[in-house]
């Protein structure tokens, strides 16, 4: 085993000793685990840059990961199966995505158990650190490793960052976000170059290297440092920026792949009740990733990460949740792992699961080609929101990009589109601020909650796995009945709705070449080459405008609004014809319908209204809890979540046919 030492810093009943249905109590364990890999083994050598990490008197390779383990306090309560959870920049997400809990809940005490579901279900819950540039802030589980070196001295290379604020300001960090900076080598750097453009895909302008510094002069009380980027004009809300500069120090990200495949076998293996607090009661793991950590799933899976030194198979399933075609820098010299810019990260191709020939540059790849050559596959689903499908990526994940055609992905893949679905699980009644990141959208933000798809997706991942029953089909927009339709052609049909902002364009996948400047598969980051982009297929719409394909929910199937994946910046925090998302997560709309036809007439909304649609209430709860049954039998959700759906339902009926009286 890797894990040499398990240290327990703190070991606590959770949430009061609240007892869950049948499982009982459950304990809450946190500390640190150290691990030791050999460099030049074949399961850890396609790490980036492990081969220039310090090593110990065995020659070994030692990092640290924070970790937090929720357990039932009677194993035998449990079912036996651990809950990975790929930790979000350090936060906890299996609770959000799983428990329904706010998304203001604090990560350090996780007081709010939100409907309990894992826990009732026994499930024990694992939050693991994998990023090495999470800082140091209380609560965020993070990830220790060394630096490459190279006769003892450190890297010193190219390095990309982008930026994009909501409000006007001077100076901004040389990280992505609030990680771990990346200083410049040399603050006078002469060919060091800052761009602006308004759009991904559109013109860029060069700010003068006179009208910009790496060294923080805004106040001179604080001295001066090399860490941030200081534009003397200030960073316009909305525009987007990309600084290129030279770095020194490069952290082996790519151990994060390590720590979480180590600490699964460890947690599966491990037989001493001394090391491992869950010897002998976990036969199972899956993990999940939202997002970012989505695509550092993407990613594991790519480079064949889930078989450890010792033989052993790491992750039994993985739910990569809203992580589209994109992987990112988990595995890059210089890599910034927290970056989400799909227009920027390099070596994007491939996409879907199966080897296509790259239409850009001719190469050949599938996700899963050096894992298809192994006992290491899991089982796998890529579930993902429409807000994926409009950034320009989750489609690609089921496209022939040759030939415009649907592919047949391996029988361990299920890929789901959660129709009419933002980027993060919606709030209602709708909002218009987003209160994690203050971003205004144009439109109230999407209502879907589509939490209930994700509990089922866990379910019968387990059920999969220790029963051998395969979940439903894959269900997504396919070219096979014309249901994948290129967005810029369905962001036409929404043209004719009054007061609805739409986008000056649509998104699409840029193609980059990084030239040949290449040395042993590790890029480094120069001003690269546009080469074009690839289609982005979205599902055509229906008649109010919600799409046709996917798993519909009856906020989709049996409507009282249009809910979509895309919603504009609002023109207070600047660029208001450019999506959101561009960083950040993608926001989608809800819009309601007209109530009666006379409204519809009044306003001229071509949409049909509420009234055309259902005769009365009572129509419309039948239909509603026929969609729900279907969903049932389907295996779409679960039987413990079919009242509240249609629960919810009648409350957004009545809410707004009340307000039309």
């Known amino acids: 085993m890797s894990i040499k030492e398990i240290i327990i810093t703190q070991k606590s009943v959770f949430s009061n000793g609240k007892t869950f249905d049948e499982t009982g109590t459950y304990d809450l364990i946190e500390g640190k685990a150290f691990f030791e890999i050999n460099p030049s083994h074949k399961s850890n050598v396609s790490i980036t840059d492990i081969d220039l990490a310090p090593v110990n008197k065995n020659g070994n390779v030692e990092f640290s990961s924070d970790f937090a383990l929720l357990k039932p306090s009677n194993p035998q309560k449990g079912n036996d199966v651990l809950l990975l959870d790929i930790v979000n920049r350090g936060n906890k997400t299996a609770l959000v995505g799983f428990n329904n809990i706010s998304k203001q809940n604090d990560p350090n005490t996780l007081s709010d158990t939100g409907n309990d579901f894992l826990m009732n279900h026994g499930y024990s819950i694992l939050f693991c650190g994998w990023q090495a540039d999470v800082p140091e802030n209380m609560g965020l589980i993070k990830l220790d490793v060394p630096e490459a070196m190279v006769n003892g001295k450190q890297l010193i290379g190219k390095i990309m960052n982008q930026y994009q604020t909501n409000e006007k300001i001077k100076v901004l960090p040389l990280a992505d976000r609030y990680h771990l900076k990346n200083p410049s080598y040399d603050p006078q750097e002469a060919i060091a170059q800052m761009t602006v453009r308004d759009h991904p895909t559109g013109n860029y302008e060069i700010i003068p290297r006179e009208n910009w510094s790496f060294i923080r002069v805004e106040d001179p009380e604080i001295e001066p440092d090399h860490s941030h980027i200081h534009l003397e004009t200030g960073f316009e809300p909305g525009r987007i920026y990309q600084l290129i500069y030279t770095s020194i120090g490069s952290r082996i990200v790519g151990l994060g792949f390590a ?111 050096k894992m298809n050559k192994n006992i290491s596959m899991p089982k796998i689903m890529f579930t993902n929101s429409s807000a994926e499908y409009w950034r320009g990526d989750a489609a690609l994940i089921h496209t022939n990009i040759n030939e415009k055609k649907d592919v047949v992905s391996n029988s361990n893949i299920r890929i789901y589109h959660f129709a009419g679905t933002q980027h993060g699980s919606g709030i209602y009644p709708a909002i218009k601020i987003r209160p994690s990141d203050l971003i205004e959208g144009n439109m109230p933000f999407n209502t879907v909650n589509y939490t209930p798809l994700l509990r089922s997706c866990l379910e019968n991942m387990k059920d999969w796995i220790k029963t051998d029953i395969a979940p439903a089909d894959s269900c997504h927009p396919t070219h096979i009945d014309s ?81 979509t994946g895309w919603n504009c910046r609002n023109q207070s925090i600047g660029n208001d014809g450019l999506l959101i998302g561009i960083t950040g997560g993608l926001a989608g709309s809800t819009f309601q319908l007209p109530v009666t036809n006379q409204q519809a007439n009044e306003v001229g909304d071509i949409r049909p209204s509420i009234e055309s649609l259902y005769t009365s209430k009572h129509e419309y709860i039948n239909k509603v809890t026929e969609a729900v049954k279907i969903l049932l039998t389907d295996r779409y959700i679960l039987e413990e979540d079919a009242e509240e759906i249609i629960y919810l339902a009648e409350l957004r009926y009545d809410d707004l046919v009340n307000a039309n009286d």
């Open 483 to 563: 249901t994948a339709v290129e967005s810029k052609f369905v962001l036409q049909k929404f043209a004719s709705i009054p007061n609805i902002k739409l986008p000056d364009h649509t998104l699409n996948v840029i193609g980059l070449d990084y030239g040949n400047e290449k040395h042993l598969g590790r890029t480094i980051k120069l001003p690269p080459e546009h080469i074009g982009t690839y289609p982005a297929y979205v599902s055509d719409v229906d008649e109010t405008l919600n799409e046709k394909k996917g798993i519909r929910l009856p906020d989709i199937s049996v409507p009282t609004a249009t809910n």
């Open 259 to 369: 720590a979480v495949r180590d600490i699964s076998t460890f947690l599966k293996y491990e037989s001493s009740d001394y090391l491992n607090p869950c010897a002998g009661n976990i036969d199972t793991v899956i993990s999940y990733g939202i997002s970012q950590s989505g695509r550092f799933l993407r990613e594991y899976i790519y480079n064949d990460m889930n078989i450890d030194e010792n033989g052993s198979k790491a992750l039994d399933g993985i739910i990569a949740h809203v992580g589209g075609g994109m992987r990112g820098e988990f595995n890059l010299r210089f890599g910034q792992p927290s970056k989400d810019v799909c227009y920027i990260t390099p070596e994007l191709f491939p996409f879907s699961d199966i080897t296509q020939q790259d239409p850009l540059t001719k190469t050949e790849s599938g996700l899963l080609d």
